[in-house]
């Protein structure tokens, strides 16, 4: 289920910016909730079920530290549940905070995983080559060097195990050579990939002005209905949020904006901002089983 992906790279990108940008700052509880739920779906749709599995096995750890640390550093907030043997108070507030805190990264997290295996290095440099060559160049291959790093580590790490140089056997000291072994031939991997990578768009005139590129993506009507649907949606939710519509405090108490039309409208355009690949992907699906059950 990738229909999302078929869409044009200007499409994927405005997406993306407005989604990963909006759960960077909206930290209100119901903003952070749309968030999480629409990035952990999406993901799930686009990695299959392992992808359950992976998420819930750095999310909740990570949201559990992160609600825990916090109030052991801050202390603000008027609700004080007890006091810590340091002296300090334990606050609601700080513990919500920290919750929420973590729900706001975990969120990231899933809509980033979600942005790689959408927006692909052609893509970005497709976008942005002609605007800023090397920029693009350097961003496409720093996203794009993560997963094959992984990739590539597990080839070494298996090849080295066939020949008994495997990190899980033997001694401490013998542990730690072959770990260092592993990681020199990373080093040298990376170093000779980024200059092979260089080399090879240097030969092919990448960066000159007035270079030719061939490009197989075009711009259609259904890329510009997405288009216009994403670009309004985020755009009244950027101005129902500077308008207070999502307005939330925690400290020194927590406070939010009081319900309204107003208020429920701009958390209803932010959802279907985020559910927006997920419409599409099921979307598609029906119109596809529909034509098969007319053949």
Request: proline fraction near 4%; aromatic fraction near 12%.
């Amino acid at each position: 289920m990738r229909e999302f992906k078929t869409y044009h790279p200007i499409v994927n990108f405005t997406y993306f910016v407005f989604v990963i940008g909006f759960s960077c700052f909206f930290m209100h509880p119901v903003c952070l909730g749309i968030s999480l739920a629409s990035g952990f779906t999406y993901s799930v749709m686009l990695k299959g079920k392992k992808a359950i599995k992976k998420n819930l096995m750095y999310m909740l750890p990570m949201m559990l530290v992160m609600a825990l640390i916090n109030p052991a550093f801050n202390h603000e907030g008027v609700t004080i549940i007890e006091y810590l043997p340091s002296g300090n108070p334990l606050t609601l507030e700080s513990i919500i905070y920290g919750l929420c805190a973590s729900v706001m990264i975990v969120s990231v997290i899933c809509h980033f995983s979600c942005y790689n295996e959408i927006m692909t290095s052609d893509k970005f440099i497709y976008l942005f080559g002609r605007i800023i060559p090397a920029l693009s160049l350097i961003i496409s291959m720093t996203l794009r060097f993560v997963p094959k790093f992984a990739s590539q580590l597990k080839a070494v790490t298996n090849a080295q195990r066939c020949m008994g140089r495997d990190v899980s056997n033997g001694s401490i000291i013998k542990r730690a050579k072959s770990g260092l072994n592993i990681l020199s031939i990373m080093i040298t991997w990376s170093l000779e990939n980024a200059i092979d990578t260089a080399d090879s768009m240097k030969s092919r005139g990448y960066g000159i002005p007035g270079r030719t590129a061939f490009s197989i993506f075009t711009f259609d009507k259904r890329d510009g209905k997405a288009l216009v649907c994403i670009l309004l949606l985020g755009i009244y939710t950027f101005v129902g949020n500077l308008m207070g519509g999502m307005y939330f405090r925690f400290f020194p108490s927590m406070k939010m904006a009081e319900v309204s039309v107003f208020g429920i409208s701009v958390f209803l355009a932010y959802l279907l901002l985020c559910v927006c690949p997920v419409i599409i992907e099921v979307w598609e699906v029906r119109k596809w089983k529909a034509l098969r059950s007319k053949i």
